[in-house]
């Protein structure tokens, strides 16, 4: 199977964008980040005339995510139990949809953006991703699965164009870099670096400052495998080409190779 993870930055906006590339990608399933859309908002028409069912988990402008799948689709879950609110919120936020997907269970994560480091965010980022690690200590225990998305974590100092530059932001703080090797030793295993080793292997590049052009980007999106499926991984690759050209998202679609048992 090609397992892809993209924050496409508003599915409403890039559907041309994702709906071509999925034509000839030849993705199987592709975990969606920040789909800024309600569920009655979304395009489900234009990825059911491709062969794909979708889960979709959005509220609103903010967040949102989901996962696409030509391979089957079931026990979708939004939501994973422990996970916090942001300040008064009665309800978490729209960041975690899962489905199991050609015998893998596959969860789509987009984690909370820290914004600063002294800000009342980074501590709803920490314990957000201290849930999610408690969570996947269970997922790692029933079966095949994946935990895929956009993390807003460089976990190594390579992973950023200049840790100068980055020194007093978020992202690459020791807090922020701990609770994503936290999940990292739940069990799970980044399946994408094994192939593709820094540095200057980005993901992400911000819109300001021709970043992009100017090869100053970040690397955020992971694709985290348990044992079962980090074995079975033979590829992977970054399609930078889909950060150029007018209305790209700011992020790259990361994809995964998986044989077959």
Not at 126 to 152: F, H, K, Q, Y
Not at 230 to 249: F, H, L, M, Y
């Amino acid at each position: 199977m090609r397992i892809a993870t993209w924050n496409v930055n508003s599915i409403r906006s890039r559907i041309e964008r994702v709906a071509a590339w999925l034509e000839r990608s030849d993705i199987d399933v592709l975990a969606i980040q920040e789909t800024k859309t309600r569920v009655d908002q979304f395009p489900f028409f234009r990825f059911e005339d491709l062969g794909y069912e979708v889960a979709h988990h959005g509220f609103d402008q903010w967040n949102g995510v989901a996962i696409a799948s030509r391979v089957g689709m079931a026990d979708v879950r939004a939501g994973f139990d422990g996970a916090p609110t942001w300040r008064e919120a009665t309800e978490p936020e729209a960041r975690h949809v899962a489905a199991t997907c050609g015998g893998i269970r596959v969860n789509c994560v987009y984690v909370p953006n820290g914004r600063h480091l002294t800000d009342p965010h980074m501590d709803y980022k920490i314990a957000w991703l201290d849930a999610l690690r408690v969570a996947a200590e269970g997922w790692i225990t029933d079966g095949p699965s994946m935990i895929m998305g956009d993390w807003n974590i460089a976990p190594r100092d390579e992973d950023v164009w200049s840790m100068e530059f980055y020194e007093d932001k978020s992202h690459v703080s020791p807090r922020e870099r701990a609770a994503f090797e936290a999940v990292v030793a739940s069990g799970y295993a980044d399946v994408v670096r094994p192939f593709l080793p820094g540095p200057k292997v980005y993901t992400y590049w911000d819109y300001q400052q021709l970043r992009f052009q100017k090869g100053r980007g970040m690397r955020i999106d992971f694709l985290l495998a348990s044992p079962d499926i980090a074995s079975r991984v033979t590829g992977a690759s970054i399609d930078r080409e889909e950060r150029k050209g007018k209305g790209a998202s700011d992020h790259a679609p990361v994809i995964v190779e998986v044989a077959d048992v």
